[in-house]
């Protein structure tokens, strides 16, 4: 019995184990759960750079060499051309590596001085991972992506939306209908409002290396003529503000501008108003100009289009980087004074 007990076992064991390899194309034609991310309730899509993670410049790693506990290095900063040295690997270029993919790069610079070098690199700092926020937030800048966050984590973490006193009340001096994420210069589906005063959790998206988060201002009296015009950006609201003098004071219209058809965009981002203008009828006095409110996109397009959702895009990707540089050069110092 005693003899016939340890045989008992193996065959169980190798029962389940024939078992579980049997069941495992079955497995894995269940789809994975949804990574969860604290703060968030809504179920996402894991951010690519949690999927693949690339070091870059200002990341800090360790370095060993198996069998060589002498050669262990700490603390080597990705220099800002992405190449990093460990012992007679010189000027390894790291950036956009992963770690086994930066580990075999060491290994091939220590192969002439070292025999099948085994390499092993552990990171102690991530520095290169990095969003910005701007606009009407606390505290406004580049922030570092340390671990996994949503948009909402990201706006507590930049002190909250900004407030001010208006009339003996506290008001709030944000523009949630005008604010924007930007992601790899495209312009994200996010609603503000419905997130942050509907706790709809579908809009608090994961943040990703790069982004760019501008909480607009609701204090401003601007509105924005871009696309294929003489001097493209924000122009201030007057009286008598309409299609075609917005288009005369920002230099007139480009040499590729298709000028018979002019977007203004008007509301939210989310769901925003479309209006066409027929500026060639508008100068041959078939039409009335149109007459602009704060915070319109005037757009003119570079190409025929027939509907407003034809040019839509270009439209709030043209306004998202004319924004964002325009908020920049207002409020951030040049490098260089002039003399």
């Known amino acids: 019995m005693q003899r016939a007990l340890p045989i008992l076992l193996l065959h169980a064991c190798t029962l389940v184990l024939l078992d579980g390899q049997s069941a495992a194309p079955e497995a894995a034609t269940t789809p994975a759960p949804a990574a969860s991310v604290s703060g968030n309730q809504a179920t996402t899509v894991p951010a690519s750079w949690r999927k693949r993670y690339e070091l870059g410049p200002g990341d800090v790693v360790n370095f060993s060499l198996y069998g060589h506990p002498q050669l262990n290095r700490l603390a080597f900063r990705i220099a800002p051309d992405g190449t990093v040295s460990y012992l007679q690997a010189e000027n390894i270029k790291v950036a956009g590596l992963s770690l086994d993919e930066a580990r075999l790069a060491i290994e091939k610079g220590l192969s002439t001085h070292f025999r099948s070098p085994r390499v092993i690199i552990t990171p102690q700092e991530v520095s290169s991972k990095r969003f910005t926020i701007l606009g009407k937030v606390g505290r406004k800048g580049v922030f570092t992506l340390e671990r996994p966050i949503t948009l909402l984590e990201a706006i507590a973490n930049a002190g909250g939306l900004e407030s001010g006193l208006f009339d003996y009340k506290i008001v709030e001096l944000a523009d949630l209908d005008h604010s924007f994420v930007s992601r790899h210069g495209q312009h994200l589906p996010v609603d503000f409002r419905r997130l942050l005063h509907e706790g709809d959790m579908k809009f608090n998206l994961e943040i990703e290396p790069e982004d760019f988060i501008y909480v607009a201002s609701n204090i401003t009296n601007d509105f924005y003529v871009l696309g294929a015009v003489g001097s493209p950006g924000i122009q201030g609201l007057t009286e008598d503000a309409s299609v075609v003098s917005a ?93």
């Open 247 to 339: 288009i005369t004071r920002r230099g007139g219209f480009g040499e590729r501008a298709w000028n018979s058809r002019v977007l203004v965009i008007r509301g939210s981002f989310a769901k925003p108003k479309t209006f066409i203008i027929d500026v060639q009828r508008v100068l041959a006095a078939k039409d009335k100009d149109f007459k602009l409110e704060p915070k319109d996109i005037v757009y003119v397009a570079d190409r025929p289009w027939i509907l407003a959702e034809d040019v839509l895009k270009d439209a709030l990707q043209a306004f998202t980087s004319s924004a964002a540089s325009n908020w920049i050069s207002q409020h951030l110092k040049p490098i260089v004074n002039p003399p």
